[in-house]
């Protein structure tokens, strides 16, 4: 089961509240159940840790029925117990490695903020309400749904609310989530609690703000869109804000609930434009000053260069400053960037880009070894902490997709691997590129350095 923390401690908590109303004698619930907690859930069985050791045997002598019909009231599901002190759960607690999950953590990056996000006419109505929701979440248009083409900062604006709500008020629950693992972890969770209520339980306990991405991926699966919509009504209703993202304005998805539909226009819904050249160029600006450099280093018409080149697409035109910040680090180092060597960078990556023979295995495991400064050696071999883990895991992905290099050469070259672990390194790295920007962020940078 992939339950996390505070999805166990939130149905722990809701037993133990029927618990208490069953019991009469509060200092028995005091004494006994004050300070219980689910140490873990093992199949159908949990295990609960207690104050002492003649509590944990005098709990599973007299309340053992009790608790089992309560879980199953709450769950739907038959649940065991066993119960044991609080010392004794210390020496067999299991080390389990922490990790980030639907409930426990609300996956904001704080990377993208309100401060860097650069505003012009393509995108300042998006940003106003952005804003002023961040400021007052509830209370102004519930939801508020940003749209645009790809890469143009939906998803930046959207993490922006959330970062700067958790700023101003850091007890708030803000959720960000993209569409596509709502529906992955929603099946996931009613496959291990076999009951759509309890997710909505969650909701009703665990969220403040929630934010979805790329609503367009509840298109066609029909029991998620379900959920959503019980959740979303749920939200609304309590004045919880809801704040979405979609790929096009919620009246031209096709595959989707009428009334989901109306609910996603209820709110304000805004377009975010592609950027005018100015703004372009300012956005570049900030981030030649976000990557360390100095813009006086640019000759303009550089700037004007690429922000005119790459205008379709944020994404694009970051990506295009790394390939050349790259190639004048590690190619050409030189100081001044005029417009030969942007377009000597551009023309020169473009061209490794086009002959895969110059890119090989050596290489990817050297730029991911430089960019995560390791070396090649712990890249390919055995030390398992988590980055350097992760560092292996993304070469093996590059590896295998950009060379499309056969599952067991891979394996050997880091390091004697079977094909299964190889398997499961580069699906680790799939499902976060479907929802960590992060993970995305990496991925491009490394591509580009790569000249892919
Ligand atoms: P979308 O979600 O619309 O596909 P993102 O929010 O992921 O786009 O934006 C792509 C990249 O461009 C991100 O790195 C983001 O920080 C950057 N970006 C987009 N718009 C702006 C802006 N106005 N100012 C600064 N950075 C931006
Ligand atoms: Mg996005």
Same mark, same amino acid.
């Given at each position: 089961?992939?339950?996390?923390?505070?999805?166990?401690?939130?149905?722990?908590?809701?037993?133990?509240?029927?618990?208490?109303?069953?019991?009469?004698?509060?200092?028995?619930?005091?004494?006994?159940?004050?300070?219980?907690?689910?140490?873990?859930?093992?199949?159908?069985?949990?295990?609960?840790?207690?104050?002492?050791?003649?509590?944990?045997?005098?709990?599973?002598?007299?309340?053992?029925?009790?608790?089992?019909?309560?879980?199953?009231?709450?769950?739907?599901?038959?649940?065991?117990?066993?119960?044991?002190?609080?010392?004794?759960?210390?020496?067999?607690?299991?080390?389990?490695?922490?990790?980030?999950?639907?409930?426990?953590?609300?996956?904001?990056?704080?990377?993208?903020?309100?401060?860097?996000?650069?505003?012009?006419?393509?995108?300042?109505?998006?940003?106003?309400?952005?804003?002023?929701?961040?400021?007052?979440?509830?209370?102004?248009?519930?939801?508020?749904?940003?749209?645009?083409?790809?890469?143009?900062?939906?998803?930046?604006?959207?993490?922006?609310?959330?970062?700067?709500?958790?700023?101003?008020?850091?007890?708030?629950?803000?959720?960000?989530?993209?569409?596509?693992?709502?529906?992955?972890?929603?099946?996931?969770?009613?496959?291990?609690?076999?009951?759509?209520?309890?997710?909505?339980?969650?909701?009703?306990?665990?969220?403040?703000?929630?934010?979805?991405?790329?609503?367009?991926?509840?298109?066609?699966?029909?029991?998620?869109?379900?959920?959503?919509?019980?959740?979303?009504?749920?939200?609304?209703?309590?004045?919880?804000?809801?704040?979405?993202?979609?790929?096009?304005?919620?009246?031209?998805?096709?595959?989707?609930?009428?009334?989901?539909?109306?609910?996603?226009?209820?709110?304000?819904?805004?377009?975010?434009?592609?950027?005018?050249?100015?703004?372009?160029?300012?956005?570049?600006?900030?981030?030649?000053?976000?990557?360390?450099?100095?813009?006086?280093?640019?000759?303009? =018409?550089?700037? *004007?260069? #690429?922000? $005119? +080149?790459?205008?379709?697409? /944020?994404?694009?035109?970051?990506?295009? %400053? !790394?390939?050349?910040?790259?190639?004048?680090?590690?190619?050409?180092?030189?100081?001044?960037?005029?417009?030969?060597?942007?377009?000597?960078?551009?023309?020169?990556?473009?061209?490794?880009? =086009?002959?895969? *023979?110059? #890119?090989? $295995? +050596?290489?990817?495991?050297? /730029?991911?070894?430089?960019?995560?400064? %390791? !070396?090649?050696?712990?890249?390919?071999?055995?030390?398992?902490?988590?980055?350097?883990?992760?560092?292996?895991?993304?070469?093996?992905?590059?590896?295998?997709?950009?060379?499309?290099?056969?599952?067991?050469?891979?394996?050997?070259?880091?390091?004697?691997?079977?094909?299964?672990?190889?398997?499961?390194?580069?699906?680790?790295?799939?499902?976060?590129?479907?929802?960590?920007?992060?993970?995305?962020?990496?991925?491009?940078?490394?591509?580009?350095?790569?000249?892919?």
């Amino acid at each position: 089961m992939e339950e996390t923390i505070s999805q166990i401690n939130s149905l722990w908590g809701r037993i133990l509240e029927r618990v208490k109303e069953r019991l009469d004698d509060p200092m028995i619930y005091d004494s006994f159940f004050g300070d219980s907690k689910i140490l873990r859930l093992d199949g159908n069985k949990m295990i609960v840790s207690v104050s002492t050791s003649l509590g944990a045997t005098l709990i599973s002598m007299k309340y053992t029925e009790l608790l089992e019909s309560i879980a199953n009231d709450v769950t739907g599901t038959n649940f065991e117990f066993e119960f044991v002190s609080r010392d004794k759960a210390a020496e067999a607690e299991p080390q389990k490695e922490e990790k980030p999950s639907f409930f426990a953590d609300s996956r904001l990056n704080p990377k993208y903020l309100f401060s860097n996000f650069i505003v012009g006419g393509s995108n300042r109505e998006a940003y106003q309400a952005s804003l002023m929701i961040s400021n007052s979440p509830g209370r102004l248009y519930n939801p508020l749904l940003l749209y645009s083409d790809s890469g143009l900062g939906k998803t930046h604006l959207l993490q922006a609310i959330g970062n700067s709500i958790k700023e101003r008020a850091p007890s708030t629950k803000v959720l960000y989530i993209s569409a596509n693992d709502f529906v992955e972890e929603y099946v996931r969770f009613v496959t291990s609690y076999k009951n759509d209520q309890s997710m909505t339980e969650f909701f009703k306990k665990d969220v403040d703000v929630l934010l979805v991405d790329d609503i367009q991926y509840l298109i066609n699966k029909s029991k998620s869109m379900e959920m959503f919509f019980v959740a979303f009504q749920n939200l609304v209703s309590r004045g919880k804000q809801i704040v979405l993202t979609c790929d096009q304005h919620p009246s031209k998805i096709g595959g989707i609930d009428d009334r989901l539909r109306s609910r996603f226009s209820q709110g304000l819904v805004l377009s975010i434009e592609r950027p005018d050249l100015s703004t372009s160029e300012e956005i570049l600006r900030s981030k030649i000053v976000a990557s360390g450099r100095d813009v006086k280093d640019f000759d303009p =018409e550089v700037i *004007s260069f #690429l922000a $005119e +080149k790459f205008s379709n697409n /944020v994404r694009e035109l970051e990506g295009a %400053l !790394t390939r050349l910040l790259f190639y004048t680090i590690n190619m050409k180092p030189t100081h001044r960037i005029t417009m030969d060597t942007a377009s000597a960078a551009i023309r020169s990556l473009a061209s490794i880009g =086009e002959d895969k *023979s110059k #890119l090989s $295995e +050596k290489k990817i495991i050297q /730029v991911v070894a430089d960019y995560y400064s %390791l !070396t090649p050696s712990q890249v390919t071999g055995k030390i398992r902490t988590s980055r350097i883990a992760m560092a292996r895991h993304i070469a093996m992905y590059l590896d295998r997709t950009l060379l499309n290099t056969p599952l067991i050469k891979i394996g050997e070259t880091f390091g004697g691997k079977d094909h299964a672990t190889v398997i499961n390194g580069v699906r680790k790295v799939e499902n976060s590129l479907k929802t960590d920007p992060d993970m995305m962020t990496a991925i491009s940078d490394l591509k580009s350095k790569l000249g892919s």
